[in-house]
């Protein structure tokens, strides 16, 4: 009874659940002694350890890494040497990270039983749902689910996204939960071609609509690229419903077979409801009128992916509830929210004491004081277990895993929120290391965050809203300058007249996120004259589907997408966006910086 089994459903995965968070010491004691005493024969730990199973002599002895420290080790077993030198278990494969190293995707070890860690996690969701929204076991769910092609290391093991490696597994393809009835057939889902993927996910979902519960992605800017593409192609969607015809650009053979199940005969009635919905010249509401019976929309909207969730709303007419349910990476998948239907913004992740070994680097109370950079040395005694952080304060987190990552610091900063039973609650806060800085100044994601949040509200009165941001430094210039491409839908007045005629409200927008960046920002700017006007470049709707594209033809995936909230080390990046700028505008005067 130490978290070690991991197949439960329904009321049982609560009781597991209510278990585990009671007794969040115990757990991850038992679970750090048990990955030292099968992995202290691995050259990463004996180096450290000499065999030892100690768990004092971990916390003094083995270091806390980021990603450069233990490459060598990845890079040796993708060539071909054993998986004893991280892990006493047969690496099956490597995680595709979103975080990149050197242009180059993390790639994270994996051994097969972790899917059975992660499938527990999943197992845990709908219990925790149902507890809230009753009955969804009485229809479907349309959730828009992407794989992607993998690539395999010299030594023939797969490297792809750890979705990719879920939905290829026995774990998803055999899940027989009555919770699991998605609209999207598997094999539209692991077609690796996204057009035809998504086509034919929205295709049955389509024809299902009255019987769809919920609907979702894993991340909310999958979910919008979805509705964006069902703004493009909906007119070639209802054809097919209408004819009970497949559009024979879908050539995928795996999708093809899987349409033909549901597509079976003409539905002229269906395509002209859909028709007259898609018509509409406003998608405001749009999700509740195709999917009447939708409850909420899944799809984490926390950290970088709040700013979504005005766009989203627009969509659903403020009707759906949002619901992030869990909290997870590629290195190991860490928590669940406990409180599903609570505003995005209080949104809080119970991390499960049984699927690794969770230290936490304190940064003080607030979250821009990142106190160690990626190649700073972590006092090793200064980590917090797991059921020692304190409510209010912020932390990055670091994880020790039975796959082979001792002490890595995946590069999130969470803030304590409370507690249920023992187990802490974290808000994500940002992921470390995403700043802007020209000069003394250090501007962290949820800085950039707060202040573009802070200025977009002057776009409100114009009916306008800001879609989509990044960010770079322009640093050929002296001094430098931060710029900011924005991109905007306007409900009214059209984008050039907006930009023509409001010149001053961009320039206040401007104002306004210097005004909210912090001290040392607003000192180098006004003070030591370090750092030039802030920028901001409008750009064509659209861009940033493009950006998008080209992020994910780089080597990106769909699922696992997040727009970069800063592009100074993406050089085509910076030139798509540049190509298609139509107004720039600067800060017109310094901003307030009082000594
Ligand atoms: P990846 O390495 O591509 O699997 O991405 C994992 C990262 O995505 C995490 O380390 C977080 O930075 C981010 N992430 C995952 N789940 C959430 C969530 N629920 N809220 C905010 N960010 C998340």
Redesign the pocket.
């Known amino acids: 009874m130490d978290g070690k089994r991991l197949e439960y459903k329904g009321e049982e995965a609560l009781k597991e659940l209510e278990r585990l968070t009671s007794k969040v010491d115990e757990v991850q004691e038992s679970i750090l002694k048990d990955i030292l005493k099968r992995n202290k024969e691995t050259v990463y730990l004996k180096k450290f350890m000499v065999g030892s199973t100690n768990v004092s002599a971990f916390k003094c002895l083995v270091p806390v890494v980021t990603y450069s420290s233990i490459h060598p080790y990845i890079q040796r077993i993708s060539n071909g040497e054993d998986s004893s030198l991280l892990s006493s278990h047969p690496i099956t494969e490597f995680?595709?990270?979103?975080?990149t190293s050197g242009g180059e995707p993390?790639l994270?070890p994996s051994i097969a039983e972790d899917l059975d860690r992660r499938t527990f996690l999943y197992n845990l969701i709908m219990p925790i749902i149902n507890q809230y929204v009753p009955g969804l076991d009485g229809g479907k769910a349309m959730y828009l689910y992407f794989a992607k092609a993998e690539q395999s290391t010299p030594s023939g093991l797969p490297a792809r996204?750890?979705l990719t490696s879920y939905y290829k597994s026995k774990h998803f393809k055999c899940r027989s939960d009555p919770f699991n009835d998605f609209t999207s057939p598997d094999q539209t889902i692991l077609c690796t071609d996204s057009r035809q993927s998504m086509y034919c996910q929205l295709l049955p979902g389509l024809l299902h609509r009255h019987r769809v519960l919920r609907l979702g992605a894993i991340f909310a800017s999958a979910f919008l690229r979805a509705i964006n593409f069902l703004e493009r192609n909906w007119v070639q969607l209802c054809n097919d419903i209408r004819l009970g015809q497949l559009d024979p650009s879908i050539t995928d053979p795996g999708c093809r077979l899987a349409i033909l199940d549901v597509l079976t005969s003409p539905n002229p009635v269906l395509a002209d409801q859909i028709e007259a919905i898609c018509r509409r010249k406003s998608w405001k509401g749009v999700l509740c009128q195709l999917w009447p019976r939708a409850k909420y929309v899944e799809a984490?909207v926390?950290?970088?992916?709040a700013q979504y969730i005005p766009t989203l709303d627009f969509y659903s007419a403020g009707k759906l509830p949002l619901v992030?349910t869990?909290?997870?990476?590629?290195?190991c998948y860490?928590g669940v929210n406990l409180n599903p239907l609570c505003d995005p913004a209080d949104?809080a992740?119970t991390i499960l004491p049984n699927l690794g070994y969770f230290e936490f680097i304190p940064l003080g109370n607030n979250g821009s004081l990142f106190a160690y950079k990626d190649d700073e040395e972590v006092e090793r005694d200064k980590l917090v277990n797991l059921a020692h952080v304190r409510i209010g304060c912020y932390y990055e987190i670091v994880v020790t895993t039975f796959a082979g990552l001792y002490r890595y610091r995946?590069?999130?900063v969470l803030q304590v929120t409370g507690f249920h039973n023992k187990a802490p609650q974290f808000r994500?806060v940002c992921?470390r290391n995403v700043v802007l800085s020209i000069d003394n100044d250090k501007t962290s994601e949820e800085d950039l965050h707060k202040s573009v949040t802070m200025a977009k509200k002057l776009l409100e009165p114009y009916e306008a809203l800001l879609v989509e941001y990044t960010s770079c430094t322009a640093t050929s210039t002296i001094p430098g300058h931060y710029i900011m491409f924005w991109e905007i839908v306007t409900h009214t007045s059209s984008l050039n007249e907006l930009t023509q005629l409001e010149t001053h409200l961009f320039e206040d927008c401007c104002m306004a996120i210097e005004e909210s960046l912090d001290y040392v920002y607003r000192r180098c700017r006004t003070f030591d004259r370090s750092v030039g006007p802030l920028e901001i470049r409008v750009v064509e709707p659209g861009t940033f589907e493009l950006l998008m594209d080209l992020c994910i033809n780089q080597g990106g995936?769909i699922n696992?997408y997040?727009t970069p909230r800063c592009i100074n080390s993406n050089t085509s990046a910076l030139d798509l966006l540049n190509s298609r700028v139509c107004a720039s505008f600067f800060s017109p005067r310094d901003p307030t910086w009082i000594p």
């Open positions: 995680l595709c990270s979103s975080g993390k994270m996204p750890v984490v926390t950290g970088s992916m992030c869990m909290y997870a990476s590629s290195e860490l949104v992740y995946i590069g999130d994500f992921r995936s696992q997040k």
